[in-house]
């Protein structure tokens, strides 16, 4: 159980914070800042009141017919201020402990705390972490949130939807109508690159790898959260989210070496020792490398949230035991079976492609394309970023997973419209521009949370902010390589799906 504050807000509610202030500050013009708005003896301009003094409530439930006695179910705190006149004898009470700006000198600050047991008959032992839940006043923002995403997602689906019935059903009617040779000569649109289309891309290495990454990481975020919504994760269990996420990482490495190696074969490459490797070792080798570095400045700062060496150990054994294995057995089925049969074939010579207008350059489509999956998700982020750096509880696990779906939706939806465009301006160099295009909601990502930083977090010192982007940036890798391949596959069913109605001779 965490020892919580709770005090009153507007509209007669309560609010319940896991931890207490230490102390607060009146500024010089008389304004309380923090905490020092709970006690109207806290008006001595430009001074600092030390909270020294806490009042500990431990409320319990006695269970009857059983042999155990009685049960925690809620612990609350609220911090005192008092300049105790004798140290050794304190009897909590007199004026606030304060301490002004301008103080010089050595001061001696007497830290007391007081405990009372009340019996608490209502609240069950199944249910006591309600209190702290229903004290977060969010749920009205997150519905808000969720709509304004579906909003997003219903105009994209109406979009998608338009391309695909009314100018696709026209373009494959009018292609599959083309008889006579006459008709023939005057193809135009995404029809005249069939022969281009499944062109291997520049660098199928690195992008297969990047495949196979964004695989392992979508499937372990959809299982993550769905056990979370099921409530197998509770809040009140720490570390439990992180632990699934890793065993399921670890675990599916078999499906990651297996879409890399389908996905390196189909675009022609040969080096499939490179590409498993490449697979096992690049996207978690910069993860740990980045990892291994924050760890070494928290263990120069002496923290306690330093990792132990045995647990760096522990989670290389996994990697190198269990993940790398199992990733070779999957590149081993993948280079096994036989490459992705294509709808159309390659062409000898590839095709000029056209001068672009601005907007089906790639570099603005990559941009445009980002924005929307980053406006579904961008309220919600304010809340993880918040309870990952600033202690509070997160616990709105359904929320998170219907804006998990609805990413994936929007991700697909707006990879899938850009795409078209591509291909009826005739540019059929689909395959690095889809992925970048749903993983440049990372790039939004990333200026969020320097925003975040710089406007919520009073963070000062080279180490903290040195920890806080490191973090970053291994969720801005994951989220790139997540959004990504999301951004991939739903193109790679789309130009197949497309280009297996049409007629081609």
């Known amino acids: 159980m965490p020892v919580t504050w709770c005090y009153d807000v507007e509209d007669g509610q309560r609010f319940c914070n896991p931890g207490f202030p230490i102390g607060c500050?009146?500024?010089?013009?008389?304004?309380?800042?923090?905490?020092c708005v709970i006690n109207s003896e806290f008006h001595e301009k430009d001074t600092f009141y030390i909270f020294n003094h806490v009042d500990i409530k431990i409320y319990y439930h006695v269970v009857e017919n059983e042999a155990l006695g009685a049960r925690l179910v809620a612990a609350k705190l609220e911090p005192k201020s008092y300049k105790h006149t004798h140290a050794d004898n304190p009897d909590c009470s007199g004026v606030p402990m304060d301490i002004s700006n301008k103080a010089s000198g050595e001061v001696k600050i007497a830290y007391t705390y007081s405990v009372t047991f009340q019996e608490e008959k209502s609240i069950r032992w199944a249910s006591r972490w309600d209190y702290i839940l229903e004290s977060m006043p969010h749920t009205h923002i997150q519905w808000f949130s969720i709509m304004n995403s579906l909003v997003i997602v219903l105009f994209l689906s109406g979009m998608v939807a338009m391309i695909m019935l009314r100018t696709l059903h026209k373009d494959i009617a009018r292609y599959n109508q083309m008889d006579s040779t006459e008709d023939a000569q005057e193809e135009f649109g995404w029809k005249l690159v069939h022969g281009d289309i499944f062109r291997p891309p520049r660098k199928g290495m690195l992008l297969s790898v990047f495949l196979g990454s964004g695989t392992q990481i979508l499937i372990m975020t959809f299982v993550t959260l769905f056990f979370a919504c099921l409530g197998f994760?509770?809040?009140?269990?720490?570390?439990?989210?992180?632990?699934c996420a890793v065993v399921l990482w670890v675990l599916l490495g078999t499906p990651a070496g297996y879409v890399a190696a389908r996905f390196y074969k189909s675009f022609g490459g040969e080096k499939w020792k490179t590409n498993v490797l490449l697979t096992s070792f690049l996207c978690p080798g910069i993860v740990f490398a980045d990892f291994f570095i924050m760890n070494l400045i928290l263990w120069g700062e002496g923290s306690s949230a330093a990792i132990p060496f045995g647990t760096l150990v522990a989670i290389l054994a996994l990697w190198f035991c269990i993940s790398v294995p199992l990733t070779f057995i999957g590149a081993y089925f993948g280079f096994k079976k036989n490459a992705i049969e294509h709808p159309v074939r390659t062409n000898q010579i590839p095709r000029q492609i056209p001068e672009q207008s601005f907007y089906t350059k790639p570099l603005p489509g990559i941009i445009m394309g980002g924005i929307l999956p980053f406006g579904c998700i961008f309220i919600q982020l304010f809340f993880i970023l918040n309870s990952i750096w600033s202690h509070q509880m997160y616990y709105m696990f359904g929320f998170l997973f219907l804006v998990f779906i609805i990413l994936v939706i929007t991700c697909s939806e707006a990879t899938i419209l850009l795409c078209y465009f591509h291909l009826c301006a005739e540019d059929y160099h689909w395959q690095w521009r889809s992925f970048l295009t749903s993983g440049f909601t990372a790039v939004y990502f990333l200026i969020y949370a320097i925003h975040y930083f710089f406007s919520k977090l009073q963070i000062t010192g080279t180490a903290s902010t040195i920890l806080y982007f490191g973090y970053t940036m291994i969720m801005v890798?994951?989220?790139?390589?997540?959004?990504?391949?999301?951004?991939?596959?739903?193109?790679?069913?789309?130009?197949?799906?497309?280009?297996?109605?049409?007629?081609?001779d």
Do not use: H, Q
């Open 25 to 35: 500050y009146i500024t010089e013009d008389g304004r309380p800042k923090d905490a």
């Open 233 to 243: 994760l509770s809040p009140a269990n720490r570390g439990a989210l992180m632990t």
């Open 477 to 504: 890798l994951i989220f790139f390589l997540f959004t990504g391949t999301i951004g991939f596959f739903a193109c790679f069913w789309f130009v197949t799906k497309i280009y297996s109605v049409v007629k081609v």
